[in-house]
């Protein structure tokens, strides 16, 4: 009988101190990057992009370079996967220049390989013709401008 009633008090004890305890923060899931192929360059910025929001929303799980590159490579598919593929093969090297080791070297090597070469020009392009037609709000505008600048 004695032994219930410490179990009890053990008990009880747990449970006001799990209650006056508030609940962990749980990072909401995110929707994960779309497949980049490396056909289309204009989708690289947005897939870089997808993947540092991620990134930055679970940055407990995701702060080291490595864990960052190989979780964006789980995303490249078709001829972006096949560039990446040799550097699978050499999981173990821990040399931070190694293209595995570095995001800030990854990133580098996919817009190399798979970004628009007249990307500055393009955008330049945009840029100068962009224009406010009549009628239309200058909020559209503005965004239109962000965007490009």
């Given at each position: 009988?004695?032994?219930?009633?410490?179990?009890?008090?053990?008990?009880?004890?747990?449970?006001?101190?799990?209650?006056?305890?508030?609940?962990?923060?749980?990072?909401?899931?995110?929707k994960?990057?779309?497949?980049?192929?490396?056909?289309?360059?204009?989708?690289?910025?947005?897939?870089?992009?997808?993947?540092?929001?991620?990134?930055?929303?679970?940055?407990?799980?995701?702060?080291?370079?490595?864990?960052?590159?190989?979780?964006?490579?789980?995303?490249?598919?078709?001829?972006?996967?096949?560039?990446?593929?040799?550097?699978?093969?050499?999981?173990?090297?821990q040399?931070?220049?190694?293209?595995?080791?570095?995001?800030?070297?990854?990133?580098?090597?996919?817009?190399?390989?798979?970004?628009?070469?007249?990307e500055?020009?393009?955008?330049?392009?945009?840029?100068?013709?962009?224009?406010?037609?009549?009628?239309?709000?200058?909020?559209?505008?503005?965004?239109?401008?962000?965007?490009?600048?």
């Amino acid at each position: 009988m004695q032994k219930m009633t410490q179990i009890m008090a053990n008990h009880q004890a747990a449970s006001s101190y799990e209650s006056s305890r508030p609940p962990a923060f749980k990072t909401p899931s995110m929707k994960a990057p779309e497949c980049f192929d490396g056909t289309q360059p204009f989708k690289g910025r947005s897939f870089i992009k997808s993947c540092q929001l991620i990134f930055y929303n679970d940055w407990e799980n995701v702060s080291q370079d490595r864990k960052k590159v190989l979780y964006s490579t789980s995303f490249l598919i078709v001829r972006a996967a096949k560039c990446i593929e040799p550097y699978l093969s050499n999981l173990t090297n821990q040399d931070p220049s190694y293209l595995l080791n570095s995001w800030q070297l990854f990133k580098a090597q996919l817009f190399t390989l798979f970004g628009d070469p007249n990307e500055v020009r393009k955008d330049e392009t945009e840029l100068d013709a962009l224009k406010m037609k009549e009628g239309e709000h200058v909020s559209l505008y503005i965004s239109n401008f962000r965007i490009l600048v």
